[in-house]
């Protein structure tokens, strides 16, 4: 019989325990699992609650595994291979219909129907469903395989998932028409600590995307004086024309025009990498046929 506490443990924990017993670092491993610390200390703690043993020493300068944690470690990463296998099993059959694509939340969808219309040009091939997301959630998706492929921004750990490079998206500086900077045509990046808040997504919800930005901000010399989050795309525009803020994003966002908001160039390369990520269950057919329409991506991004 199931001990009653093992039904609240999910697959999901164990994955967490397993970067961990690898990382043996709270911040590293919530760093690669895109998570604060906190969280993940309440999910670790939940999982040898569940269980009734405690699975990591945690006293001293550094984090072990116990002998139960070391045994765990053996049996966790066996059923982890075996629930993933048994999706793929049962997913099998699944008729195909659309093909899932998971999409970054900046992409402009005014080029998805040019994107979608150049991919079913290419020998009648099934229609693309985009779904909109932050890349943490359409990692997720792609684990879950209720995707099948994502453009995704990286630095992500991937895990292991098949990917390949697509683009690398320069930024530009978007601020309020109204402001002393829109008369400029290009910017460095440290001029905009005047026009504060800077607006960024939280670190919490992608840390090693916001580090990747970090380390550029930090080249460039700009450290803004105040800071608050970017709420999403048609938010932080809106914040950005009532002269509340400005921030950067892709070059791609520049394609429309907002009232109140212009974009201007940036003399320092603020940027970042694109791949396209496939699940573990898509076809190897449609995985080359992806690959080799890496061109109609990039259009798409730009």
Partial sequence: MTPPGHRSIDIRQLRYFLVLAEELNFRRAAERLHLTQPPLSRQIAALEAALG????????????LTAAGQ?????????????????VEAAADRPRGALR????????????????????????????EPVLEIGPQLLDGLRRQTL?????AMPHELHGL????VARLRHVALLPSGSVLARKRALRLRELEALPPFLRFPRR????????????????????????????T?????????GRGCTVMPAAMTALRYPGVVARRLLDDIGVEVHLVFS???????????????PLFEAALR
């Fill in 53 to 64: 043993v405690t699975l990591l020493d945690r006293d001293g300068p550094a984090t072990r």
């Fill in 71 to 87: 045994r765990a470690r053996t049996a966790f990463q066996a059923a982890v291979r075996a629930f993933d296998a048994a999706l």
């Fill in 101 to 128: 694509l998971g999409l970054p939340w900046w992409m402009d969808m005014s080029a998805f129907q040019a994107l979608d219309a150049g991919w079913r040009a290419t020998a009648g091939r099934i229609p693309l």
């Fill in 148 to 152: 099948d492929a994502a453009l995704i």
């Fill in 162 to 165: 098949r990917h390949v490079p």
């Fill in 205 to 232: 919800q992608n840390p090693a995307l916001w580090m990747h930005y970090q380390r550029q901000y930090e080249a460039a010399g700009f450290r803004p004086t105040a800071e608050a989050a970017a709420p999403g």
């Fill in 234 to 242: 048609s938010a932080t525009i809106a914040q950005i024309a009532a």
């Fill in 280 to 294: 573990e269950a898509l076809e190897a057919e449609l995985v080359g046929a992806l690959t080799a329409e890496r």
